[in-house]
């Protein structure tokens, strides 16, 4: 297998497969028929070593990065590049699928004929096919790079022998795509017991019946559960069953505010009928994919919630782990969310279906070990995942990630073809039995697809699955529940008050796995870790507080593009021990009775611990820390330069920086010991707010043998968080 991995917010990566000679049965030439692929000159070379490696006068070493030289020439102009496009090299085409739009400059050339090696050129370090990467240099458009790596799958090729590659529907949504949706929860029904919805019975208040005869011929019906559960308890009499008919949802990108969505006023008219015309393409095509796929219900945030009552608001949002958790499957508008407003959910794709599928060539590549090995070798695009779904504008909705997570099975319907993602499998219309979706390395850039399905699957799995030898179980649910949160940070949402509520739904399942206390977003007995999240204002990336209420001490404050939580990974002994104690917590929902996974009054900490100080040195940008109040025995002292001194927010960063001394409260949160008498501690760095009472402005870590506090030691002082 060849990775071939292109980082940033641009991915692709090529999968490649040489045939085992271990397996003699297997019918070389039939598997490769009507599959060849073209090579440029360039790519061939590449691949196959042909430049001189050992010459350093041609080797180009990153921006900000001299240890890492590309030795290798690859495309070196522009017009080249160009030109294998036009022969047909797949490597270079499926690159300009992913780059194409970036690599435009501001007047839209595209020819750029005339443009030389310093503002055109990609390199290549290639040691051998094993070890190999490109970077491709571009004036006008965003460095990117990729990656390859080399392991073998004979299973793939003894599944192309026995399923040769089907046609792929040149229609997104037609019948041959319906059979195959079918066939992928049809299996799923059956075997993957992790996928069923478990649990008490739930149906949601509202939902939309798309089968209901009526008035209005092809419309659909707004209906109560009451008339649901009257319905169906009346068939189910015999059998003394109240089960509820299964449902599915939608997920879907607003875009066009004017688009229909249930009001006050207007629900007797939803009751009484729906016309299809009025909808818009995306609810139409789901609508008529629920009515094919035989079933008969359906459920639409923006159809099933009252919009204009912020009480049925409330309570609905509340109710989403279980909408999302127990329907039968989620349609996810993928494709639909580039154009909200005038795309649906089927229609012809974007490229050619040929692209999507295997390509076959019979080139010798280089092996540092072996020399040249001949082919011939199988190449299919492994980042399709990425580049459809992960990049997707969709995938950067915030209330997405938990539709996602809580949903039990998935039908993504892309710009280019359906995928299906389930709790145990995933499968695509180009690799319907999902033999290569299913593979990849470590390496892969569509991480978020395993961070999703693993992260479920633990919490519906009594024994959860450790990263690493000797993580201790407990610390699993929370790695997980790390990830999700990383996740859900970086995505967009329109109404910063739904920050809270937009998690509420994950919150929910971790806590009833965890059996913990839900504090504001992070957890009662992993406090001392949860506290030390970290923002990226440090590294200049735009960071502020969010204009809706969320407490200074939980992440859930911060509006940036990333914030790290501090997870443990509870292997052996080298555990955080604690150096605070919570004492008091007082977690408001708004309303008080409301879910306090949800929208919050206020949230307070009240917290045992041992204060430090601190004075921020202005001229020389440094951070000392003292054990006393009057600063008289300094403890240690930390240079901003090492990135240990972290502070929230972008406008304190430049408040510091601006400051010729500035003073304050500090206290310890843990220590790590981390072998021979070392150890680290981190601090949290605070404001007075009142009397005894602090906001969270930073963090950050001190460490090294004797320059630790391992345990709790002398008198503690009892504060609050807000």
Known sequence: LISLQLFHTIGLTLCVWQLPHINTTIDTHKTMEGIEGVLCDTCRKSFQGGNDIENRDQWHYLPGRPGIPFNISHHTRYQDFQESLNVGCFVCTWLWEHLGSSILDVNGDSAAASRSTEDFCTYCRMWDVRDAYFHVKCRWATPSEFHTQKNQYPEVWRHLETRPWL????????????QVIER???????????CRPAGEEFFPTRILDVQATGPESGGIYLRHRDDIEGEHSTENLMAHSTQYPPYLTLSHRWGNHNILKLCVEIEHRFRQGIPLHS?????????LLVRRLGHRYIWIDSLCIIQD??????????????????????????????????????GPPKLSPRLLQPYAVNV??????????????????????????ENSPLSSRGWVVQERFLSPRI????PNQIYWECLESVHCSSDPEGTLLS????????????????????????TPTPAQPGERPEYIHHRHWGTMVSIYIACHLTEESDRFIAMSGIAKAFRQVKGDTYLAGLWKRTLHTDLSWETSAGRGIQTRRNRAYAPSWSWVSIVGEHVQLDIPRGKFANLPVSLIRLVGERIVPDPPNGDPTGLLQSAELDIECMIHHYRWTGNSKTVALYSDNEMMDQYAEISHASGDFKLDTSDLMRRFDEADKIEGVCIPLFGVYEGYGGGHNKFLVLEPHAKNVYKRIGLFRVGGIGRWISSWSGQGSTITLV
């Open 184 to 194: 992928w929860a049809s299996f799923c029904e059956a075997n993957h017991r992790h």
């Open 439 to 462: 593979l990849g390395t470590k390496e892969r850039a569509c991480l978020e697809t395993t961070d999703y399905k693993s992260s479920r699957l633990d919490l519906a799995q009594t």
């Open 309 to 346: 009552s912020r009480a049925d608001w409330q309570k609905e949002a509340n109710s989403m782990a279980d909408i999302y958790s127990h329907s039968y499957c989620n349609i996810s508008a993928v494709g639909a969310s580039h154009k909200p407003s005038t795309t649906g959910l089927f």
């Open 279 to 287: 909808l818009s393409p995306t609810f139409r095509d789901a609508i």
């Open 167 to 178: 046609k792929i529907s040149e229609n997104i949504g037609s019948a041959q795509d319906l």
């Open 364 to 389: 010798p590549l280089k092996d540092r070990n072996k020399g040249m090995v001949n082919g011939p070798w199988l190449v299919w695009n492994d980042s399709i995942w990425e580049s459809d779904i």
């Open 411 to 414: 039908i993504h319907f892309t």
